[in-house]
Every structure is written in structure tokens, then in C-alpha cells.
């Protein structure tokens, strides 16, 4: 039987780490092609993407997420690949809502559909949303989506979230030396005056196709150095156990940022997350090198709720994911999932 400690539902992993977050993809694909995700060199015209049969129907990601409740998770992140090329990804949203235990449904975006989403994402009884952007200059942020899509039509979507109330809106910035490390700083002041939790990422070794080294890598040390230096900064407590971020204010009182610091200071140790792929296996880490099938055990004519909630259990109480922890040589040839196959 899977290990319980009795002050939380659920089952606790070989490190001792409860289940509390399910990241949910909803499709691997996406109309930008970022190099350190989706490089177009791997993910060209003819790269064959899932057939749409073989992604998990909303009802069954739904009982995914029923099964999941007992077992402690409170938090829905919903992924890609580009999630809002889900058609239809609001009644997802709807039926996500009306299961009891869950607190918060939060989306991760590029923003290019945000502003004509947000207010039916608001409706549907989205909490927040994430947006991904990697540099304000133009031309920066062009290269870096590799689609020429315009930088103004991922504020314009921010200013949807902010306007339609799914905050705090967060926006995650990824951060390459050489290719967008010129933009911290003003990243930093553009968003400081505005409802907005901007968080700098270091580049990390996700999947196989990305290309990555480790001298790419802006330690968020450095990170923090170059914003500390024009604006100074003070450290907050976290929010919550487990919290990926560390987390600052501006001296003066105006906004808050993050650092995400997987590379240089990894947090495996209090990691209580698990991914849905989008067709339906369950991924313990970010750098899981195998799922498990959970697609199987739904379409089953037989379908047991019970028996899916004991297979999450299973597949958690045997958790022993620690990569960042041990990242090295040794584990640079390893299989990796693509981060547009689970998620970020």
C-alpha cells in the first residue's frame, strides 16, 4: 500500500513529497516555434503531431482529475503545447470547476490568442494565467518565437487577463545568454507599475531537440544582481510550501519577481507536482524519461474510478525523481520527454 502520512490525503512519494499539483496538457501542439521548446529544425510542416483520437476527451481528463482529489491535488495548471488551440478549451474550464477539492485552475499561454479568450476563460471559472514572454523588443521577441509573431499582441492579451480579473496574472520569462539576456532589466521596469508577477527562468535542459548548454545558462543569481543594481530588491516569504519561485519586491514597495532557478538551485526536494500528457500518461517530473498510461485504464470497458485513483497512487508512492538534483554528465544522454509533450 502506498505510504500515507495522516496530516494530508495524500499518498507521499519515495522522498517523502505529497501530491498536491496536476499540470494538464491539452495538446502538444503550438503556433510558435521558441528554440528552446519547439525548435522548427525538429517540429517542421511534416512533423506528425497526435492524431486528434488519441487526446484525452475533457470528460476524460475530468476523471482523471476526480481520481487525483483524494489524493491530495488542489491545483490545475492547464498546458500544452498551446493550450488555447484546444477548441472548445472553456468547457474544459467549466467541468474543472464544479469538481469539489479543487481550489485553483490556473493557464499557461504565449498570449497570442489571450485577448480574445480571456473574458470567456474568466467566465468559465479560470482563476489566473501565465503568460510567456520572453523580451520586449520587438525584434528579440520575433526571433525568439522563430513566427515573427509581434510582441504587441502578447501585451494586448495581458492587458485582457489583467482587465478581466484572472490574477495575479504571472509572466514567465526564459532567459538565454547571448540571445535575450539584454532584456531582464527592462522586463523589470516595464512591468514593476502593473498587476503582474514577472519571473525570470533559467534555460533549462528540457527534452532533446533544444540544443542546450550549460554556458547558455543566466544563473538567477546574475539575474538578480543586474535588476538589484538599478532597482533594488528585498526577499518574500514564500506562499506556500513547495513554491518553485523565490520571491522579491522592489524595495520601494512597487511590484514583486521571481526567480525559477532549476539549473543553478533546483527544488526537487519540496516538488509536488505531477503532468498529464495530452494523451493521457502520467509524467512524475518535468525530466521523467517514461510515462504511464492512464488512457488505457478510462477507455476500458471496465473502467473502474476506484481502480484509476489506486494506479495514481501506485505511480506516485514509487516517485523518485530528483534530476535537477543529480544533473551532470551521467544524465546529459539520458530520454527525455519534450517539454511541448507535458508541459513547462
Known sequence: MPAVNAAHPSPLDVRGRPLRDLRISVTDRCNFRCPYCMPKEAFGRDFAFMPRDELLHFGEIGSIVKACVPLGVRKLRLTGGEPLLRKELEWLVRGLRAIDGIEDIALTTNGSMLAQKARLLKESGLDRVTVSLDALDD??????????????????????????????????????????????????????????????????????????????????????????????????????????????RYADGRGEIGFISSVTKPFCSTCHRARLSADGKLYTCLFATEGHDLQTLIRDEDADPARLREAIATIWAKRDDRYSEIRSDDTRDLPKIEMSYIGG
Open 139 to 248: 525584434e528579440t521577441f520575433r526571433a525568439m518565437n522563430d513566427v515573427r509573431f509581434p510582441v504587441s499582441r502578447v501585451l494586448e492579451g495581458i492587458g485582457a487577463a489583467i482587465e478581466e480579473g484572472l490574477t495575479p496574472v504571472k509572466v514567465n520569462a526564459v532567459i538565454k545568454r547571448g540571445q535575450n539576456d539584454d532584456q531582464i532589466v527592462e522586463l523589470a521596469r516595464h512591468f514593476r507599475d502593473q498587476p503582474v508577477i514577472l519571473r525570470f527562468i533559467e534555460y533549462m535542459d528540457v527534452g532533446t531537440q533544444n540544443g542546450w548548454r550549460l554556458e547558455d545558462v543566466v544563473p538567477a543569481g546574475e539575474m538578480f544582481q543586474r535588476i538589484a543594481a538599478e532597482l533594488p530588491l528585498e526577499p518574500i516569504a514564500p506562499n506556500y510550501p513547495g513554491e518553485v519561485a523565490r520571491r522579491f
